[in-house]
């Protein structure tokens, strides 16, 4: 197949002339624009949530009966330091308790206030050694748990991104569905000219290739001006609000750029099928 | 049924002469007519090949061509004539492979048509330059692109292609009209166009449909002249004509088609029958 096509062939199977050609351009900018925010959000999304997530899972408080003595307390603390993957305990003081506490409880000042002990701990920990040695030492000791909030999260996070999953697939329907329109009604308009390039040579590769490239130049002007729409949303996000900007990873760029070019990708599958059955039945 | 081996070496009328421009049109061409003409002549002995053809079109009800068999060598010139509704166009139409016969065997450039694929098809008809009665300009592009186009199918033309279409267009009187589209053309201006585009990719075999149907005397003889060229030059010519006149004076065999049929086979340089005689001779 010809790489370098003339202009005169270009022009003979050109699609300009079909309204459905705007359309085209239109949805795909604004389809390409959709997939880069979208795409870019959950990304920065997902960045946060696994940054929570860590810090979440970074810390575990250990609640005591406000009557725990201090060597009590003093013991539980250096034992629990020397477990493994735990790399400081610290005892809360009475102030951050109340604090802490004030929003489960009108009048705190009322009750005696637990003794909270805070361990930071590395991912690896074995949370049922530590629960055990917890509970030998102080069998009365309440450990907070976040692990079921956790799940929690992590399922909705979950969801949301097979959410944004379903909406994309439904924005390459979209897409599909456009380029076989633009392909059927443009090669209806220049069926004359479809008939007179066989006539003269054209073969089927050929032709599709003539018809393709447009489809495909096209929904790349699109990704580019979605892409430049996007891009320009952005800066001036970050430039109002600079602790989102801080958000923006080289990761959330790359995604911001490439996830979009799956609508160019299925736009040349869709025209190349759509365009090589057209030409075969002319 | 006339089965015909037109074999006859064509002769010239008296007052044929090669004009210079036509001569420069054939070298820009690339033309080198000795060689070109053993070449054809050594690749296949015959370039039109006819077998019991028949065709009959969905809608019509009796055969447009019956059991019709004719060969044509590499490198001859004949005229098709024939009232209207005799059946020419039919058979135009399965030179360049529009239409197969419902019956028969048609062998073109040394290739059985009913075996071709489709790619196979597309590059047969590269080989030949047809002019059809219709037209068949694309109304989107320039005469200049139209004449092109032929030359795109391969790529983009290079500079001497391009002033080889100058040329030609030059030589067919519509140098001047190069950038108008084919719309806003006369009937015989828009003929010369596809005569024009239909010689400009040096075609091993020519089949040229009323070719000077729309032109003046002056113009039909000149065009002739231009085809007569490409004939020295190797190419195998097939011209349908209601043009007598013609006929007679440039001294080539012509096949008389009736009712679907070759009737009758003038050798070059005679007068063409009347009607009359031709009922009687069959
Ligand atoms: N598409 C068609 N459907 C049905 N019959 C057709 C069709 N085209 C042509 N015919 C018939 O086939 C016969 C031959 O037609 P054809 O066009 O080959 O004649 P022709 O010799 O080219 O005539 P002309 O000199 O007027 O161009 C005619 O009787 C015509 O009516
Ligand atoms: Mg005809």
């Given amino acids: 197949m010809a790489y370098k096509v003339a202009q005169a062939a270009k022009k003979a199977l050109s699609l300009d002339y079909s309204g459905a050609n705007r359309l085209l351009l239109l949805m795909t900018i604004m389809l390409c624009w959709l997939i880069a925010v979208g795409a870019a959000s959950i990304t920065i999304f997902s960045n946060v949530y696994q940054v929570w997530q860590l810090n979440q899972q970074g810390q575990i408080s250990l609640y005591l009966l406000p009557s725990s003595d201090d060597s009590e307390i003093q013991n539980l603390q250096e034992k629990l330091v020397a477990f493994p993957a735990v790399s400081a305990i610290q005892k809360l003081d009475q102030h951050k308790v109340q604090s802490l506490l004030q929003p489960y409880f009108q009048t705190t000042q009322a009750f005696p206030l637990p003794v909270v002990l805070v361990a930071t701990v590395k991912p690896n920990i074995d949370r049922q050694k530590f629960d055990a040695l917890v509970h030998t030492l102080a069998p009365t000791a309440e450990i907070d748990d976040n692990r079921a909030m956790l799940q929690v999260i992590a399922k909705t996070v979950n969801l949301s991104q097979w959410g944004i999953f379903v909406f994309s697939v439904i924005l390459m329907g979209i897409m599909s569905l456009l380029v076989i329109l633009t392909v059927r009604t443009g090669l209806r308009e220049q069926k004359k000219a479809l008939s007179i390039l066989q006539f003269l040579g054209g073969t089927d590769a050929f032709l599709t290739n003539l018809i393709v490239r447009q489809i495909v130049l096209r929904s790349l002007l699109g990704w580019g001006i979605a892409l430049c729409i996007a891009i320009a949303i952005v800066v001036c996000i970050a430039f109002i609000w600079p602790f989102l900007g801080n958000l923006l990873t080289p990761q959330v760029w790359l995604v911001l750029f490439f996830t979009p070019l799956l609508l160019p990708i299925i736009a040349w599958v869709t025209a190349s099928t759509t365009a090589y059955s057209i030409v075969q039945k002319s | ?282």
């Fill in chain 2, 1 to 282: 049924m006339l089965a015909t081996r037109v074999t006859e070496k064509p002769k010239l009328s008296k007052d044929f002469t090669v004009c210079e421009c036509c001569l420069s049109a054939a070298a820009l061409h690339g033309y080198n007519g000795h060689q070109s003409n053993n070449r054809v002549k050594k690749d296949l002995l015959y370039m039109i090949r006819f077998e019991n053809v028949s065709y009959t079109y969905p809608q019509g009800e009796k055969p447009a061509v019956n059991d019709l068999t004719f060969e044509l060598p590499s490198g001859s010139f004949h005229f098709l004539s024939g009232p209207s509704g005799a059946g020419k166009t039919t058979i135009f139409k399965m030179l360049y492979l529009d239409i197969l016969p419902t019956e028969g065997k048609t062998m073109l450039l040394g290739k059985n048509v009913g075996n071709l694929s489709r790619n196979e098809i597309a590059l047969l008809r590269r080989q030949m330059g047809i002019v059809f009665q219709d037209f068949r300009l694309l109304d989107n592009l320039s005469v200049r692109e139209n004449v092109l186009l032929p030359l795109t199918l391969h790529g983009a033309p290079s500079a001497e292609q391009e002033k080889c279409v100058d040329e030609i267009l030059d030589w067919v009187g519509l140098g001047h009209k190069t950038h108008e589209q084919p719309e806003r053309l006369s009937g015989g201006e828009k003929q010369r166009v596809g005569i024009a585009r239909a010689v400009v990719n040096r075609p091993k075999l020519l089949i040229a449909d009323e070719p000077t149907g729309n032109v003046d005397t002056a113009m039909g003889k000149r065009i002739l002249h231009l085809f007569c060229e490409l004939h020295k030059h190797g190419t195998t010519v097939l011209l349908a004509t209601h043009d007598r006149e013609l006929v007679e004076n440039f001294g080539f065999p012509c096949l008389y088609v009736q009712d679907g049929c070759i009737k009758k086979i003038i050798p070059g340089g005679q007068e063409l029958p009347k009607q009359s005689e031709i009922e009687d001779a069959a």
